[in-house]
């Protein structure tokens, strides 16, 4: 079992930005299972009414696959890719994610399945979640970041956000795979001084 390292308060990164399961959303803050997008300890997350827990376990039975998604977040989504990747957008919700597989799809028979133009979309149930970003101004993080909110809320909600460019890091993990290097597992795009979208990096599809 991997076991995933919140980084600490005396650790270098975005501390203080830390989403923890324990924490209350403040009164009034809205927490619908269809607007709320957040990553907690223990390498989990929540968008809408989708949840994966534990994703580094690899647990049998997990609700990883695009599937699993569509099952929860519904089906009434557009699919686009390549082999081993798909793309995949809820117009109506405001979420896209990137669903990828390091492995061969399989026919009914469970033979690997050669031909490259197949995609993830054709074999949804061996097709990984890899990230899901959300766009639409009713989402929002556990702390109250909402799409829309100026860059100075963000830095009010998340005081120790760590800047990348334009993507701001607003939960930190240590990686349990290479050389444990900090890195995020849910960031923000600010853009116009502004969030423009807001992504959990959940990594399903392995290393």
Known sequence: MIALVLLGLGAAGCDGAHESSLRKPAPG??????????????????????????????????????????????GNDVCSGKFNEASVRWPRLGISGRFI???????????????????????RDQIQVSSLTATAPH???????????????LLELYPRAVQNGAVWWLHTIRSPFGDHSPEPDMTARVSGGAVQSITVIIGAQGD
């Not at 597989?101 to 074999?123: K, L, M």
């Open 29 to 74: 803050a809205g927490t619908s299972p269809a607007t709320l997008i957040t990553a907690d300890s223990g390498n989990s997350f929540q968008v809408g009414r989708y949840a994966i827990s534990h994703v580094f376990e690899f647990r049998p039975g997990t609700p990883a696959n695009l599937s699993d998604v569509e099952s929860r977040l519904g």
């Open 139 to 153: 989402w929002h993080t556990r702390q109250g970041l909402k799409i829309g909110d100026p860059l100075e809320r």
């Open 101 to 123: 597989t390091f492995g061969a799809f399989a026919d009914s028979a469970g033979d690997p399945i050669t031909d490259r133009s197949v995609t993830g979309c054709e074999h």
